[in-house]
């Protein structure tokens, strides 16, 4: 069975770090990009980061650039989010995205083909 699952969140105070991981299972990780979402209560989800299965280039919002590095391990079938100089507007549930194709913007919620179950970061002041 397909599976994507997030571990790493947690309460951290602003200013400190955080390591994501998202282990995937049931399909061919190294054919597939992926993608870091975010979604705070009452906001849309959001891209916040990506890497290209292609040639590894990655991606991250404006809001995370600079503070936020995604990395890959194929031999684990995991993607990393390393995040640094957390800041209290980061506090959301974080979710992996998997999708084999483009053809889309990485940044849209739309068009992945598999989905984790999120994990919660939280971020005080």
């Known amino acids: 069975e397909v599976q994507l699952v997030e571990s790493g969140g947690g309460l951290v105070q602003a200013g400190g770090s955080l390591r994501l991981s998202c282990a995937a299972s049931?399909?061919?990780?190294?054919?597939?990009?992926i993608g870091w979402f975010r979604q705070a209560p009452g906001k849309e989800r959001e891209g916040v980061s990506y890497?290209?299965?292609?040639?590894?280039?990655?991606y991250y919002a404006d809001s995370v650039k600079g503070r936020f590095t995604i990395s890959s391990d194929n031999a684990k079938n995991t993607v990393y989010l390393q995040m640094n100089s957390l800041k209290p507007e980061d506090t959301a549930v974080y979710y992996c995205a998997a999708v084999l194709g483009g053809g889309y913007y990485w940044g849209a919620p739309y068009g992945y083909d598999y989905w984790g179950q999120g994990t919660q970061v939280t971020v005080s002041s």
């Open positions: 890497i290209s299965s292609n040639d590894g280039s990655t």
């Open positions: 049931g399909f061919t990780f190294d054919d597939y990009n």
